[in-house]
């Protein structure tokens, strides 16, 4: 499906306004209410534009002191991101195209790599709203994507205006059974 963009103000509709596509949408996971926020606005935007979405977890490496024999234990490994991805991604089948990735490195660093490999159209991305002392230690991740992505990018905010409309309970959010 094609959405045609609207004249702008004082505009004559004409027929060469471009088509606005999405054929794949980019969907950064974290299992956290953020995650539930953003898929509340990628859900609707795959089902409009018949998109599928690709829900991405990055493990990180652990930041921690290596012990005393030189070894760091992995706090979580790829094949325990994959058995949490599975349910959310079980959740959506049927309602939209779906699919799941687990890459390992640095989240902004990969998602942005990610975007490019997929050919996304668009990242959906949520923002945890850190600000202070909390976002000088843990870094945004969000803005250094926004400063790197080479496609649109939705930032969603936990506790800021939603535009979505109708009953965005249709389908069911990551954190509930």
Not at 62 to 91: F, H, I, Q, T
Not at 102 to 121: C, P
Request: glycine share 6%; proline share 7%.
């Amino acid at each position: 499906m094609q959405a045609q963009l609207q004249p702008l103000f004082g505009e004559e509709p004409t027929s060469a306004l471009p088509s606005f596509k999405l054929k794949q949408i980019l969907v950064p996971v974290d299992f956290s209410e953020c995650t539930e926020k953003a898929l509340l606005y990628a859900v609707p935007f795959a089902r409009q534009f018949d998109a599928t979405l690709t829900l991405l977890h990055v493990v990180e490496p652990p930041y921690l002191p290596a012990s005393e024999m030189g070894v760091v234990v992995e706090v979580e490994s790829k094949n325990d991101a994959r058995k949490e991805l599975e349910p959310l991604r079980a959740r959506l089948a049927g309602k939209v195209r779906c699919q799941t990735m687990v890459r390992k490195g640095s989240a902004q660093i990969e998602i942005i790599d990610a975007a490019k490999e997929l050919g996304s159209d668009l990242i959906i991305l949520g923002s945890h709203g850190r600000t202070g002392v909390e976002r000088l230690l843990m870094g945004s991740t969000v803005e250094k994507v926004v400063r790197r992505a080479s496609c649109p990018i939705l930032i969603v905010r936990p506790h800021e205006h939603d535009f979505i409309s109708g009953n965005p309970t249709d389908w069911q959010p990551a954190c509930q059974s």
